[in-house]
């Protein structure tokens, strides 16, 4: 399974962005998914995940009410809808997957493949 991370980009607070996950390959082993990020100096931290119909998602509390997670699964993507952008979401995000043992998992270690990553910039 490979996965393509895309739609970053430099963006004013208070602005939107739209983040999408293009998954390739072996895509029918594919269950959860989830998108993650890392900010400079710290650690990769969960931000939102969602299970294989689409029906059960997550949200950090820092993005809850923000941001929103969607999947098409005929078309092998994955997007997080981000709103109300500030410049604590500055980061690298991250798509992620993994197997029937995903389901929606805010744990990074549920997730067995990973995308490159996309820069997200929030200028004050």
């Known amino acids: 399974v490979q996965l393509q991370a895309s739609g970053g980009g430099l963006v004013q607070a208070g602005g939107s962005l739209r983040l999408s996950c293009k998954s390739s390959g072996r895509t029918s082993v594919i269950y959860g998914m989830g998108w993650f990020r890392q900010a400079p100096g710290k650690e990769r931290e969960f931000v939102a995940a969602?299970?294989?119909?689409?029906?059960?998602?997550k949200y950090a509390d820092a993005v809850r009410g923000r941001f929103t997670i969607s999947r098409d699964n005929a078309k092998n993507t994955m997007d997080l809808q981000m709103n109300s952008l500030k410049s604590e979401d500055t980061a690298v995000y991250y798509c992620?997957?993994?197997?029937?043992?995903?389901?929606?998992?805010?744990?990074?270690?549920?997730?067995?493949?990973w995308g490159q990553g996309t820069l997200v910039t929030v200028s004050s």
């Open positions: 969602i299970n294989w119909k689409g029906d059960y998602t």
């Open positions: 992620a997957s993994g197997g029937s043992s995903t389901r929606y998992s805010d744990y990074a270690g549920q997730y067995e493949w």
